[in-house]
């Protein structure tokens, strides 16, 4: 693996090295929200020493999953993240809200901690399901539309928001919001610690939770490190003139991750 560790983005690490994402999965190094950082970076906010990482990368067995996705067209991109991770967050929801309210009502008493995840199951519904709507409504047929004038040499759309860079920082800015209920999760938890007297509904919550914490890993790292930033670049190509600016600025959080 022949990267510059100085200039290469922990994100962009994720996106070119199919092995990646499960080591960094596995130290909880942050690739998705923060993806923006260098990996040297990176690595030191989790205290993983650079070469150990990128040797475990080495040694892992990945798949070719990202560099095919990387393939794809925008709107074949979107098409993949409704069907496989806004399906999946969805379900899992459903499942968590049934699974949290059910813990929390049994275990509360003895085990606070199960008290503040049903909040944040609850929050995290509050904020997921409308945001994924809001992309499949508004931003992901803008960008297909785009793709697509684009492809047929014609003028591309003049959306009500101006330029695609509005909707992509609002997209951003509620997946850092998310990001920070997953650390809150993790925190309430202890890592998603199971007590002693644990049931299975309490064992299935942690394990849900769990799950649905590394799809969103996957999910925001494909459209914040992937699609959004070949939307905008399409859209600047293709000189479509904003109606009204975009403010430029970088956005820090933490989704579970240093």
């Known amino acids: 693996m022949n990267i510059d560790i100085e200039k290469t983005t922990i994100g962009q690490l994720a996106l070119q090295v ?5 080591v960094l999965e596995k130290w909880q190094i942050d690739y998705c929200c923060r993806g923006h950082r260098s990996v040297v970076e990176a690595c030191q906010t989790a205290g993983v020493p650079v070469d150990k990482l990128l040797s475990a990368i080495n040694d892992a067995r990945g798949s070719a999953d990202m560099a095919e996705l990387q393939r794809k067209s925008l709107g074949e991109l979107q098409e993949y993240i ?7 967050t969805r379900q899992a929801l459903e499942t968590l809200r049934l699974l949290s309210e059910k813990v929390a009502a049994r275990h509360g008493e003895r085990h606070p901690e199960t008290l503040e995840v049903r909040t944040i199951v609850s929050q995290m519904s509050e904020d997921l399901l409308p945001h994924m709507l809001k992309e499949e409504q508004v931003l992901f047929p803008y960008v297909e539309q785009l793709e697509t004038a684009t492809a047929n040499g014609e003028e591309p759309p003049m959306p009500f928001f101006g330029t695609v860079k ?36 309490f064992r299935a919550l942690y394990e849900r939770l769990a799950e649905l914490e590394e799809d969103l890993h996957r999910h925001i790292h494909l459209e914040n490190n992937l699609l959004f930033p070949r939307a905008a670049r399409l859209e600047e190509g293709a000189g479509t003139k904003p109606a009204f600016g975009a403010h430029g600025g970088q956005h820090t959080c933490s989704c579970g991750g240093h």
């Open 18 to 22: 199919p092995n990646a994402i499960a």
């Open 82 to 88: 409704v069907n496989t991770h806004h399906a999946f």
């Open 166 to 201: 509005n909707p992509i920082r609002m997209m951003m800015a509620e997946h850092d919001a998310v990001g920070d209920l997953l650390v809150q999760a993790r925190a309430f938890t202890s890592d998603y610690k199971l007590p002693d007297d644990a049931c299975l509904s």
